[in-house]
């Protein structure tokens, strides 16, 4: 888990960097102003795919025993 999360750090800097948009500062729309609507979207996406990812792994992987305390 510590790779995947290391790549995700190095990668997730560059993708968003691709993805700005800096001739859209001065843009007066509501929603992704300042060149951060492909940001957002790309965020927003990955978010979700992770949650359905976690919920998928979640009810395919047994939970296997709860432990069993012995006093």
Same mark, same amino acid.
């Given at each position: 888990? &510590?790779?995947?999360? +290391? %790549?995700?750090? /190095?990668?997730? #800097? %560059?993708? &968003?960097?691709? %993805?700005?948009?800096? &001739? =859209? /500062?001065?843009? &007066?729309?509501? !929603?992704?102003?300042?060149?951060?609507?492909?940001?957002? /979207? !790309?965020?927003?996406?990955?978010?979700?795919?992770? +949650?359905?990812?976690?919920?998928?792994?979640?009810?395919?992987? #047994?939970?296997?025993? =709860?432990?069993?305390? =012995? %006093?």
């Amino acid at each position: 888990m &510590s790779v995947a999360r +290391g %790549l995700a750090c /190095i990668a997730g #800097p %560059l993708i &968003s960097n691709s %993805l700005y948009d800096a &001739s =859209k /500062i001065g843009d &007066s729309s509501h !929603w992704g102003r300042f060149g951060f609507r492909a940001v957002m /979207i !790309w965020v927003t996406v990955t978010a979700l795919a992770s +949650g359905v990812a976690g919920f998928a792994l979640g009810m395919v992987v #047994p939970s296997g025993r =709860k432990a069993q305390h =012995k %006093l």
